[in-house]
């Protein structure tokens, strides 16, 4: 018999629902004795030290930082929650995307003056947009992107797997990459081949009437580099979801630059309703004696 | 040899446009004596009268009510602007169905208290959209929203030719029709039969939580019934960008309405270079003498 812990926001909404799917030799207990744990990193890492017996940690998240301190052990697998947060995502970007073109704001503006704005919007047909990173997340992004006929280019360590972008750079190409693009969308993971991977350098071969949106992970922007291009101009908008501090600290600079739209780490919660399959389904292969899917490499981060 | 009066706030870019496709038998004129038109209906209208030798007229817009004025003369071929405007259509229906479930407006208003708002946002993902009327437009919508894994209810008057609806409605099933729906969108040309067709009946059918849009004809909405609606919250919230008068008068009850969004008949505005192929098309049917595309019948009105 399995002993599954669940720690979790959501631990009932959880519970709930890997009850119902009636899983074979699993126990749901509340007691660090448990050989399997579902949860969320940021209260699994806390409690990890005493978890003596466990063998497989599955993250409701698809980031696993606070996991990943080479203080806490790693002598258990650790899988993470890919493949569900690409619909979301894509509902995120495109929603600012389309805000964007459609000047929401300025519609809105003129609205409460009472001003009737004949000022033409723009259109998403045509334009170009470079994705920061093309796993599956990028995937969901590049067919939303090629449904409003978009071109796409996408940025990769080395993969060129998906079929819906027209044109892939890698490693030393990420100025080409950003040169005319409309659109930049940041979704690579925290790794070290990712820190600041969005600096001064990257921005500044971006064209000024671009978009910045980071719904990915802070870590890779430099901040006060995305700061001083939005200040002096040249870079018309950043959209940004994550943050190297969260919740964004009260002084920081960027809730007083122009320009900015700032959401709070919601680009793509973490629904119950779509994890709960993800575990129940690397459970059953658990039980069987089968591989994981999505098996976190605590060097790589991800 | 035939002769083309352009009569458009874009003249010169349909004449670069036209000139370029080096069209046969084609001269572009500036005066009455011509027997081909292409442009606005509003700036054709008052000219009409002494156009004595037309034989076609290819309106630069999907609407053609200035020209259909029972006192103006109908002695020649009438066609509409059709089959362009799902794009922009739907680039300004889901930017403001994404602005509603990513709470865009509400994220912005915690930004500029500096508030870190963790108000988990909606998806489009399950939620059901109603389409009123299912044209080309239509198809177009519907498109989009099975792009974004919605369920999609149809309410036309027999067809049932778009393979994305998941569901149709005629006639006197408008109630049914309405019901459930999470979204409306009316996109129904302006005809006799369409007239009024969102009255009080149609709005009190929908659920408190729906969100009505209209980018396509004023004359189709009880404007009244609909401030009546939002303003005891029976509805959640109304997008417009068609109203009965344009420009909406100062003094209309809109303006002051709770949960509405205005914008000034910009959804999808007919530009040149996707009008003039349409122009371009037709003209080598004529000049082959074909039937036209897009024939307007003028007691229908469409």
Redesign the interface.
Known sequence: MHRLLILSRHADAYRGLIDAERLPDLEIVYSDHCDVVLGEPSLIAPAIGRLSSITWVQSTWAGVEPLLDPALRRDYVLTNARGVFG??M???V???L??H??M??R??A??QE?R??????G???GKQIGLLGVGSIGAALA??AK???MRVKGYTRSSEGCADVDEYFHGAERIAFARDLDYLVCIVPNTSGTRRLVDAELLAALPPRAVFVNPGRGAAVDESALADALQSRRLACAVLDVFQH???P?DHVL?RTPNV????H?AA?SAPEDIAPVFIDNYRRFAAGQPLWHRVDFEAGY
């Open positions: 619909g979301l894509s509902e995120y495109f929603g600012y389309l805000a073109e459609r929401i704001f519609k809105h003129a609205q009472g009737w704005d004949a000022a033409p919007p259109t998403l047909k067919r939303t449904h409003f006929g969260e919740p964004l009260p809730w739209l700032i959401t709070s919601t919660l």
